[in-house]
T-cell receptor, first 116, second 114 residues
Framework: KAGVTQTPRYLIKTRGQQVTLSCSPI?????VSWYQQTPGQGLQFLFE???????NKGNFPGRFSGRQFSNSRSEMNVSTLELGDSALYLC???????????????FGPGTRLTVL | AQSVSQHNHHVILSEAASLELGCNYS??????LFWYVQYPGQHLQLLLK????DPLVKGIKGFEAEFIKSKFSFNLRKPSVQWSDTAEYFC????????????WGAGTKLIIKP
């Protein structure tokens, strides 16, 4: 079974630009969650999508948004990039999602975003 | 606000030493608990998880963790580490309430000296 894939793996942008990251979950998984990982901060939860609906949201500004398509693939968009947005962005997929009781999330390799 | 605390940011051990990484969380309700590992250059992998039942859970590669509800702790242990255990270890807590989230500790970087 193929794992979670994320594209692109690396991205360099400048302040003020916008960026779109993509995540393809494991086949059959309907939930995709997004996280921001920075050194010393661990992972910060951005949002979760389940069956094309945003189900949970973390404490990030509105510049961070996402969507999920009918095939469960998800995209995350960051508008008006700031230097502090430089991070590794991870997506994770699972069948039932964060409300799924005994569900487990499987992570992709991440997209390394550098904002100059 | 809910939080997860990992006591040590960096741990250096020699091969064959015993390992215990601390994890404490602040949340009074029902939780699911996880330990993930990130080997150098690789993505996060699940080591073990606790949902209910026996508070001592065993994971992959000889790791185990014990859930102590009264101490809000979920410490990771391994009796004898190997050089290949060099990695970053993350504790995560899923809160089972109206705002389901996976809250993460800041991680512990473990270096095993051969």
């Amino acid at each position: 079974k193929a794992g979670v894939t994320q594209t692109p793996r690396y991205l360099i942008k400048t302040r003020g630009q916008q960026v779109t990251l993509s995540c393809s979950p494991i086949s059959g998984h309907r939930s995709v969650s997004w996280y921001q990982q920075t050194p010393g901060q661990g992972l910060q939860f951005l949002f979760e999508y389940f069956s094309e609906t945003q189900r949970n949201k973390g404490n990030f500004p509105g510049r961070f948004s996402g969507r999920q398509f009918s095939n469960s693939r998800s995209e995350m968009n960051v508008s008006t990039l700031e230097l502090g947005d430089s991070a590794l962005y991870l997506c994770a997929s699972s069948f039932f999602g964060l409300q799924g009781g005994t569900d487990t999330q499987y992570f992709g390799p991440g997209t390394r975003l550098t904002v100059l | 606000a809910q939080s997860v605390s990992q006591h040590n940011h960096h741990v250096i051990l020699s091969e064959a030493a015993s390992l215990e990484l601390g994890c404490n969380y602040s949340y009074g309700g029902t939780v699911n608990l996880f330990w993930y590992v990130q080997y150098p250059g690789q993505h996060l992998q699940l080591l073990l998880k606790y949902f209910s039942g026996d508070p001592l859970v065993k994971g992959i590669k000889g790791f185990e963790a014990e859930f102590i509800k009264s101490k809000f702790s979920f410490n990771l242990r391994k009796p004898s580490v190997q050089w290949s255990d060099t990695a970053e270890y993350f504790c995560a807590v899923r809160t089972m309430d109206s705002n389901y989230q996976l809250i993460w500790g800041a991680g512990t970087k473990l270096i095993i000296k051969p």
